[in-house]
């Protein structure tokens, strides 16, 4: 067995770059938990505005209730769009969220929320 077959593993400048990537991971994953959650609690505080308000105006009252509450501050009650349909209303939003990085760069998350079935979801540009 020869001396160079018997060292295996990180160098130190490996072990660096590692690092280094993982961290930036668990940073950038820190800007971007935050906008998560604030989407999720406006898909849940759509669907509780249009179960409790019958007409257009009770339902951005309803949501303004829960946004004070649920700490949402990217929509307000008069950035809902609200459709009648034939069994009511349905309640869409969509905004875009921007994470600063570093420098000139930054990430743009654009959300988008309904009550519409089969219609909601997220991409990332």
């Known amino acids: 067995m020869s001396a160079k077959a018997a060292h295996r593993g990180f160098s130190l400048g490996g072990f660096l ?6 961290a930036l991971l668990a ?15 406006i898909k849940k505080a ?3 505005a249009k179960n409790a308000g ?22 307000t009650g008069k950035d809902l769009e609200i459709v ?7 309640v869409s939003v969509a905004y875009q969220k921007k994470i600063e ?3 000139p760069a930054s990430l743009v998350l654009d959300y988008e929320a309904s009550t519409a079935p ?3 979801g997220k991409s990332v540009q």
């Not at 770059?17 to 993982?22: E, G, L, N, Q, T």
């Not at 009648?84 to 349905?90: A, H």
């Open 54 to 75: 019958t007409t257009p105006r009770e339902i951005q009252d309803s949501f303004e209730k829960q946004r004070t509450t649920a700490y949402i501050d990217s929509v």
């Open 17 to 22: 770059f590692v690092i280094i990537i993982v």
């Open 101 to 103: 990085l570093v420098g």
């Open 118 to 120: 089969g219609s909601a």
């Open 46 to 48: 759509i669907v509780t």
């Open 84 to 90: 009648k349909t034939g069994d009511g209303y349905d």
């Open 27 to 41: 940073v950038l994953g820190m800007k971007v938990v935050p906008t998560v959650i604030e989407y999720a609690a």
